[in-house]
């Protein structure tokens, strides 16, 4: 069965790093997008980054201090999160989509202290 399995996440103070990791072991072959989305306290499961088949994709107000990139050889997606802000406090889903079909793993929590 398909799986996705995140790590990384933790509390940082603003301004700090982390980086998100995400291991699709056993299903990275027909994958065409693969990286995360979050969720915030009430709020809805937005995008953050997402490397398809033409590109990236990801949300305006991560551009500049969020990388995402792909270990193919690891079967693993990471998030580097730089410059971190309050605001990026949410939990943090990888999500994968393979011939049609969405995959989430089970969500990682990151909270940025003020």
């Known amino acids: 069965q398909a799986q996705l399995v995140e790590s990384g996440g933790g509390l940082v103070q603003a301004g700090g790093s982390l980086r998100l990791s995400c291991d699709g072991s056993?299903?990275?072959?027909?994958?065409?997008?693969m990286g995360w989305y979050r969720q915030a306290p009430g709020k809805q499961r937005d995008l953050v980054a997402v490397?398809?088949?033409?590109?990236?994709d990801s949300t305006d107000s991560v551009q500049g201090r969020f990388t995402i990139f792909r270990d193919n050889a690891k079967n693993t997606v990471y998030l580097q999160m730089n410059n971190l802000k309050p605001e990026d406090t949410a939990v943090y889903y990888c999500?994968?989509?393979?011939?049609?079909?969405?995959?989430w793993g089970q969500g990682t929590q990151v909270t940025v202290a003020s």
């Open positions: 999500y994968a989509r393979r011939y049609g079909i969405n995959y």
């Open positions: 056993g299903i990275m072959n027909g994958i065409n997008r």
């Open positions: 490397i398809t088949s033409s590109g990236i």
